[in-house]
């Protein structure tokens, strides 16, 4: 196997680990996955907590991979110092930052569907980033130390967080590309196989074996939200794609998810449903985006593997639509 497309063993576990008490009750929660390391974005996040009704009653996790273009090393400290104030989880990033293992490469697990240049750039710009780390081994110990999953709850509803599916740090069973039923324009867009399809009834097993209504995750890079009916009850699936990068057809936002027991739909809104007594929205990260665009160009210049993989999806967005993120069961807010 290449490394960048393994799915190693320590990555791997059960549904059932989301199967205990809640750790922390809120009025509110952010799930901030995919940051990498954009430091314009999680500025922004911590201003819309502070704009918040009740400020003080909102907790905001961060599910993994808030780190990646910061090899900087001011924005490598900046980012891991703020994140790790707050309720942080590892994604397969933070976990190769702590323990480096060259057969992982980046810790991605890719299926077979992404470019194999996407992949090696990929391992790449992991490289460059453990080479920054090594300079602050407490960062990394803290890293080290992060959990894989943790269950909160809001108005009464558990939420599991996770950075990947509910079987791998790094799974690709909640891409959106991935999830049943299919959209075939989406898949043939990104050459996605039916063989990697994840059934309806492989989600609704997740939730009886998690004990979880709903699962929050990132990790796939394309956000969508998905009610599922099953047992009398509506669950839901909540990938916010990324956070520190733009993840829809010509626009410059990165997207988080929130979860509140104020059901009102927040202004930032793109799209979301009341699922009994919480409101779950998909809300805009509106950063600096000229400002953004300038650290990113000094710490990955033209011809660079960051460059070369992601500097037009940061300029322009993906190939994806908001339409294509509203899955069965969600409305959107706005255009």
């Not at 273009?69 to 110092?81: A, K, M, S, Y």
């Not at 929050?216 to 916010?240: K, Y």
Request: with cysteine.
């Amino acid at each position: 196997m290449v490394a960048g497309r393994v799915c190693p063993l320590h990555y791997r576990y059960t549904p059932e680990v989301f199967a205990h008490d809640a750790e922390f009750e809120a009025q509110t929660l952010y799930v901030v996955g995919g940051l990498y390391g954009n430091p314009e974005a999680l500025v922004e996040v911590l201003r819309m907590v502070r704009l918040e009704p009740s400020p003080h009653s909102v907790r905001v996790v961060f599910n993994g991979d808030f780190n990646w273009f910061n090899i900087d090393p001011h924005d490598f400290r900046f980012i891991n110092e703020a994140v790790l104030a707050h309720d942080a989880m590892l994604g397969n990033v933070e976990l190769e930052i702590a323990h480096p293992q060259p057969d992982d490469g980046c810790g991605c697990a890719y299926p077979e569907y992404v470019s194999e240049g996407m992949v090696h750039r990929s391992n790449a710009i992991m490289d460059k980033l453990q080479h920054t780390a090594i300079g602050y081994p407490s960062v990394r110990s803290a890293l080290g130390r992060l959990p894989m999953q943790r269950v909160v709850s809001v108005g009464g509803e558990r939420i599991g967080i996770l950075h990947g599916d509910p079987e791998s740090l790094a799974g690709w069973n909640f891409a959106v590309e991935n999830m049943e039923p299919s959209n075939e324009k989406l898949r043939a867009r990104l050459g996605s196989s039916k063989d990697l399809s994840t059934p309806i009834k492989q989600v609704l097993d997740y939730f009886r074996r998690a004990q979880v209504n709903i699962f929050a995750s990132s990790h796939t890079c394309l956000p969508f939200a998905q009610i599922f009916e099953g047992d009398r009850q509506a669950r839901l699936v909540i990938n916010n794609g990324s956070a520190g990068m733009p993840n829809f057809r010509n626009t410059q936002f990165g997207v988080a998810t929130r979860i509140s027991a104020n059901t009102a739909i927040p202004q930032s809104s793109l799209y979301g449903v009341q699922l009994r007594t919480v409101r779950c929205d998909a809300i805009a990260i509106e950063y600096d985006h000229a400002a953004w665009v300038r650290r990113f160009r000094s710490q990955w210049p033209e011809g660079s593997p960051a460059d070369r993989s992601y500097f037009g999806r940061i300029l322009n967005g993906q190939d994806f639509s908001i339409t294509e993120a509203l899955r069965h069961g969600i409305h959107i807010s706005r255009h």
